[in-house]
Every structure is written in C-alpha cells, then in structure tokens.
C-alpha cells in the first residue's frame, strides 16, 4: 500500500509539471511580444548609432560601417526572438516531439545567425 501512495504521488507530481496548453499559449504570446521589444529597441538604437556617425562627420565608409553593424545586431536580436518563440511553441506539441522540434529551432536559429554575419560582412566590404 505505501508503495501504491509513493507511485500515485510520483504520477500526481508528474502530471502538475507538464504546461498545459493554455499556460503555454500565454507562454508564446509572451515571448512574441517579448521578442517584438528587443527588436524595437534595437532599430532604435541602430538608427541613434548611424545618426552619430552621420553627425560626428563619419565619411561614407563610418556610415556604412554603422548601418552594416545595425542590421546585424538587429537581425541577431530577431534571430533570438523567434528561436525563443519557436522553442516556446514545442512546449505545445506532445512529449515525443518536442526534442525534434527544438532541434529545428536551434538549426532556424544557427541558420539565421549565419545569414546574419554574412550579410555585415558584406555589406562591410
């Protein structure tokens, strides 16, 4: 009988820690909104740092090289949002799936990153 108690309370335990879809929708929509803030505040800081390399006379090369660093910081910060938001989203999916989902999460997320480093190395040239 006591045996039967521990297991119950092993199952009752198990049960609370999984999210139920309602917590993790509102998980997600954090985590969008969360997201949809960092990149604000990012296209604001990119657009105060070109500004100042317009007005500290920078020649054309400065300016470049500061709107080159603001996509990217930019585009990381997005890159971040959505892997946070794609990560939150496996949460919905059965307890079989979501390592694969987060797999593909991580390699969206390396991805992006990657096209991200390519892009200012580009654009610095």
Same mark, same amino acid.
């Given at each position: 009988?006591?045996?039967?108690? =521990?297991?119950?309370?092993?199952?009752?335990?198990?049960?609370?820690?999984? /999210?139920?879809?309602?917590?993790?929708?509102? $998980?997600? #929509?954090?985590?969008? !909104?969360?997201?949809?803030?960092?990149?604000?505040?990012?296209?604001? #800081?990119?657009?105060?740092?070109?500004?100042?390399?317009?007005?500290?006379?920078?020649?054309?090369?400065?300016?470049?090289?500061?709107?080159?660093? *603001? @996509?990217?910081? =930019? *585009?990381? =910060?997005?890159?971040?949002?959505?892997h946070d938001v794609a990560t939150?989203?496996? !949460?919905?999916? !059965?307890?079989?799936? =979501?390592?694969?989902? /987060?797999?593909?999460? $991580?390699?969206?997320?390396?991805?992006?990153?990657?096209? *991200?480093?390519?892009?200012?190395? @580009?654009?610095?040239q």
């Amino acid at each position: 009988m006591r045996w039967a108690g =521990i297991a119950l309370l092993t199952v009752m335990a198990a049960c609370h820690s999984h /999210k139920t879809p309602q917590s993790t929708a509102q $998980d997600v #929509e954090a985590a969008k !909104q969360e997201a949809q803030h960092e990149v604000e505040q990012a296209r604001a #800081e990119a657009a105060r740092g070109v500004k100042s390399a317009i007005k500290t006379g920078g020649g054309t090369r400065d300016v470049a090289q500061a709107k080159a660093t *603001a @996509a990217y910081d =930019i *585009a990381m =910060i997005k890159a971040e949002g959505d892997h946070d938001v794609a990560t939150e989203k496996c !949460q919905t999916l !059965q307890a079989s799936m =979501i390592q694969a989902c /987060k797999d593909q999460a $991580d390699a969206a997320y390396e991805t992006a990153k990657a096209a *991200a480093k390519a892009t200012r190395t @580009a654009r610095q040239q």
